[in-house]
């Protein structure tokens, strides 16, 4: 099954969301915050990345930058999760490289829509 990387730096929505994919058969990496996210992805090479964009320290748009100006992390599927949804901010995490953008709370079969459509087939 899949690899997903969550990078989030709640721990709460971190540890729920990591049983809810597990349960699923997902094969889950986690991170607190942007720079790890960065070091994660590039040692672990996840099938897909499901990130907060309020991160301390490298914001989620940063940290979506970096890995997709990586050359090891570029071609990472990246779906940008906020709770703080404001006119515009989907606009700006695709522009900064996110793949996709979803709201918090998580509604988990959209979220799981969402990654399908992201996994190469094979993973999916």
């Not at 094969?27 to 040692?43: F, H, W, Y």
């Not at 499901?50 to 779906?79: H, Q, V, Y």
Request: charged letters at 30%; hydrophobic letters at 40%.
């Amino acid at each position: 099954m899949a690899k997903v990387l969550v990078i989030e730096d709640n721990e709460m929505n971190r540890d729920m969301l990591a049983r809810r994919l597990r349960r699923r058969g997902f094969d889950l990496v986690l991170a607190a915050d942007g720079e790890t996210g960065i070091s994660t992805a590039t040692r672990e090479g996840p099938d897909l990345i499901l990130m907060d964009l309020g991160l301390p320290g490298i914001d989620g748009w940063e940290t979506a930058r970096r890995l997709k100006s990586a050359a090891e992390t570029a071609a990472i599927p990246i779906i940008a999760l906020t709770a703080h949804a404001m006119t515009g901010d989907r606009e700006k995490a695709l522009a900064a490289g996110c793949d996709d953008y979803d709201t918090k709370p998580v509604e988990l079969s959209r979220l799981l829509d969402k990654m399908q459509k992201l996994l190469p087939q094979s993973k999916s």
